[in-house]
Structure formats: structure tokens, C-alpha cells
């Protein structure tokens, strides 16, 4: 197919204010024209709670047209679960699902489990795929500061959307309650950014996230190396 729209300067030209709702709407549909080859990562927060709803919207009520991955470590808070069922239920969406859970070597610390072993997970999520949409925003972190609406993922050689690049809090918290729509009940307990059970606390940002550690990605989106390579 041809290449996607590169959206970024036109819908935010130097000078004015930027509206992030366009953005959204633009990036995926642009996202959604590689039909089943595109696959949404879905960790059940309030990122895809807007992008799920909107994925409706633009897919024309047909959610089946993209794939929705979630990557299930088997350590997921049971808040969580329950989010993971109200999607099902509200957006009659199936999601598939990556099992990177393991008894022999339990999730249970950061070095282990958010880092070689998720990304093991996203790669066997994203085979065969185009696309690659995410929930990342800019003010999430420094490290995802400079994200674009979209994006050409050269290690994995795919298009790699990010179509909330530009919103804030208030804009998802907006959008959440204007549509009604279910998310997370741990976001109303500090929580503003959810992993797995063991690493995470309340925080905000992405403060919550290990903690006490410097670390502040998983690793699906930046480039890991295997200390056993």
C-alpha cells in the first residue's frame, strides 16, 4: 500500500494552537487502511480507552478491521482484568492475546520482566504486521517527548502510529467522561500510568512505573539488549 499521510506538520503548523482531536481521528484512520495488518497494543488504560472508541468511529463500527493485542504477563492487577472485560463488553472488540507469562521464570523484577522477555512478547504481537499502534503521548515522559503522529519503525520495518502523541490528561479525561467510556479503575487511585502488579505504584506520569529504579521504559519502545547475548 502507499505510504500513510505524514500528518504532523499539517495538522499543527507553526504558530497556532493545536488541537489534538483531528490527530486522532486523521492518524488512524490512516493507521486503520492496513485493515488487519495493523495491530493496536492494548494495555488497558485510559489511552486506549479513547483509541479504542475512536478505532469504532473510524473503522465504521467494525473493530475486527485492526488487530487489538494485549501482552498478558500473568501478573496484570485484577483491576486490570476487570477493565480487559468492560472493553469486551463495551466495545465488542475481541482482543487477542500474547501469553508472556511463565512459571518456570515468574515476573516478579523489572530487569527480568520489563525489558528482554516484553519484548519477546511484542515481537511475536506485531509478526506479520504493517502497523503498529500505540498509546504513547509526548507528556508522558522525556523519553517520548519527541513522538510523532506517525512513524517509520526501522528495526521492525512498520509504520508506527502514535495518534494521542499531542493529547494531555485533561484532553483524555475529557473524552472519557463526555462518551462514558470505561477505563482503569486504579487511574482513580494515582495510578496515571499501569503496568504489572509486582513493579508498579501509584505515581504520576510515569513515577509509578519501578519505582524507586531509573528505569522508565519497559523496552517495547526503545531498543533492548539482551545481557545474555
Keep these: 500500500m502507499t505510504p500513510p499521510l505524514q500528518l504532523n506538520s499539517d495538522l499543527a503548523p507553526k504558530g497556532s494552537t493545536f488541537d489534538p482531536a483531528p490527530s486522532l ?3 488512524l484512520r490512516e493507521a486503520a487502511r492496513h485493515r488487519d495488518q495493523a495491530v493496536l497494543l492494548c494495555s488497558f488504560q485510559k489511552e486506549e480507552s479513547v483509541l479504542i472508541d ?4 473510524v473503522s465504521e463500527g ?3 478491521r485492526v488487530k487489538v493485542v494485549t501482552i498478558d504477563t500473568g501478573v496484570l492487577f485484577e483491576e486490570t482484568l476487570q477493565t480487559w472485560r468492560a472493553f469486551e463488553e463495551r466495545f465488542g472488540v475481541k482482543i487477542d492475546v500474547v501469553d508472556a507469562s511463565s512459571p518456570d521464570a515468574p515476573w516478579s523484577g523489572p530487569e527480568h ?3 528482554v522477555a516484553k519484548v ?4 511475536r504481537a506485531l509478526s506479520g504486521a504493517e502497523a503498529w499502534i500505540t498509546g504513547i503521548r509526548r507528556e508522558q515522559a522525556p523519553t517520548r517527548a519527541e513522538a510523532e503522529l506517525i512513524e517509520r519503525d526501522q528495526v521492525r520495518n512498520l509504520w508506527k502510529y502514535n495518534p494521542l502523541a499531542h493529547w494531555t490528561e485533561k484532553d483524555l479525561w475529557r473524552r472519557i467522561h463526555e462518551r462514558d467510556l470505561p ?3 486504579l487511574h ?4 496515571e500510568s499501569i503496568g504489572c502488579a509486582p513493579c508498579t505504584q501509584p505515581g504520576r506520569g510515569r513515577e509509578g512505573r519501578w519505582a524507586g529504579t531509573e528505569k522508565t521504559e519497559c ?3 526503545v531498543e533492548v539488549i539482551d545481557p545474555s547475548a
Design 25 to 27: 481521528t486523521h492518524t
Design 62 to 64: 467494525r473493530p475486527e
Design 188 to 191: 482513580d487511585q494515582g495510578y
Design 219 to 221: 523496552g517495547i519502545h
Design 54 to 57: 475512536e478505532l469504532l468511529s
Design 120 to 123: 519477546a512478547a511484542l515481537e
Design 113 to 115: 520482566c520489563c525489558s
Design 183 to 185: 477505563y482503569n479503575p
